[in-house]
C-alpha cells in the first residue's frame, strides 16, 4: 500500500443511507482521509469518520492529525460526537473550519454535542483540540499547501484545493454549480433585450469564475447530487446536477472526476446508470478524463502516475 492516498469513508450527502440497496457505494455522510506520509488530513466530519476514528485507533500509527471542514450542515459534522481519538489523551487534533476566530469555530463545534441534543460534551475531549481559522487566506499542513475558495451552497460554504508536490486536488462536496444561471434565468422575463444580453455575458463571467478553482487539478471530488430531474424541482438548494459537475470538469481539463454527495434516495442500480451517462458525456466530449461516482472505502492512489479509484480491500 502506498503511504499517499485518498480514501472515502462517507460518500452521502444531506442524511446517512444505511440500506442494503445502497452498500455498493455506501450508506456514510461526508468524510474523506487523505494520507501523505505521515501528515493526516480528513476532510469533513459526516458519519464516515467514526468507523475512520476506529481505524487510527487500531493502527495507533498517526496521533496527529487535521480535520479540515467545509460547513456545519449536520451531514458533515455529525461524526465528530462519536469519533473515538477526540476522547484520547496524547492525541492531537486539529480542526479548520469557516468562523471568523477559533473562539467561535469551538463554538460551533461544540454546540452539537450539548444538552440535551447529545449527553457528553465537548469538555471530555480528553486529545489536545486545537482550532484554526485560516479564512481565504493559504495555509500548509505538512509539507500540503490548501486554499480555501468560497462556493455555493447556503450559509458560508468552503470548497478547499490542496496541492502536495505535483499533484492538485479539489475537494467541494456541496456546490451548487449553476445557482447564478438559475437565478437570473427565473427573472428573464423581467428584462430587455439589452439587459439580457448583459446579465447573459454576467452568467458567462460567473460561470467562469466558478470553475476557475478546478483548473488542470489530478483529482477533483465534486458536488454531483442530483440527476436532471431532480434538480429541476431542487434548484437553488445549493447542490449541482451531475451533468453541470462533468462538463465543467471537461472544460477545466480535470484528469480524474469524483463524483460525490450521492443523493440518499438513490440506490446502486440509480447510482450506476448515472456514473454511465457521465461516462457516456465523458466519452462524446471526446475527453480522457476519468471519471467515477465515489464510493465508499475505495482508493485513490495519489502516489501513482496514472491516478486511478483502487478497489477495496
Ligand atoms: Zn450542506
Request: net charge negative; charged share 25%.
Amino acid at each position: 500500500m502506498t503511504t499517499h492516498y485518498t480514501r472515502f469513508w462517507g460518500v452521502r450527502g444531506s442524511y446517512p443511507a444505511p440500506y442494503l440497496t445502497h452498500m455498493a457505494f455506501g450508506g456514510n455522510t461526508p468524510c474523506v482521509e487523505m494520507r501523505l506520509g505521515d501528515t493526516l488530513i480528513i476532510f469533513d466530519a459526516g458519519t464516515g469518520i467514526i468507523a475512520l476514528g476506529n481505524e487510527l485507533m487500531k493502527q495507533q500509527a498517526i496521533r496527529n492529525m487535521h480535520i479540515v471542514l467545509t460547513h456545519y450542515h449536520w451531514d458533515h459534522i455529525s461524526g465528530l460526537p462519536f469519533f473515538v481519538p477526540a476522547f484520547v489523551p496524547g492525541w492531537t487534533i486539529n480542526i479548520y473550519g469557516p468562523a471568523e476566530n477559533p473562539e467561535e469555530l469551538a463554538y460551533r463545534i461544540s454546540m452539537q454535542m450539548k444538552a440535551p441534543y447529545f449527553p457528553v460534551a465537548v469538555e471530555t475531549w480528553l486529545a489536545d483540540i486545537r482550532y484554526h481559522t485560516p479564512g481565504a487566506s493559504p495555509f500548509t499542513i505538512g509539507e500540503a499547501k490548501l486554499q480555501s475558495f468560497a462556493v455555493h451552497h447556503p450559509g458560508t460554504t468552503y470548497g478547499y484545493r490542496l496541492e502536495h508536490g505535483a499533484r492538485t486536488l479539489v475537494y467541494a462536496p456541496d456546490n451548487e454549480l449553476s445557482f447564478i444561471r438559475q437565478s437570473i434565468d427565473d427573472r428573464k422575463a423581467e428584462f430587455d433585450d439589452e439587459e439580457k444580453e448583459l446579465l447573459e455575458q454576467m452568467k458567462e463571467e460567473e460561470r467562469r469564475k466558478s470553475i476557475a478553482f478546478m483548473r488542470d487539478v489530478d483529482v477533483l471530488i465534486h458536488d454531483a447530487q442530483y440527476t436532471q430531474d431532480d434538480y429541476q424541482r431542487k434548484r437553488g438548494w445549493g447542490h449541482s446536477c451531475y451533468t453541470d459537475t462533468v462538463t465543467s470538469a471537461v472544460e477545466v481539463g480535470v484528469r480524474n472526476l469524483f463524483l460525490f454527495s450521492h443523493d440518499p434516495n438513490y440506490d446502486d442500480d440509480t447510482l450506476s446508470e448515472l456514473e454511465q451517462d457521465a461516462r457516456r458525456m465523458v466519452i462524446e466530449a471526446e475527453s480522457q478524463m476519468h471519471c467515477a461516482c465515489a464510493r465508499e472505502h475505495t482508493y485513490i492512489d495519489l502516489a501513482s502516475d496514472n491516478v486511478e479509484a483502487m478497489p477495496t480491500f
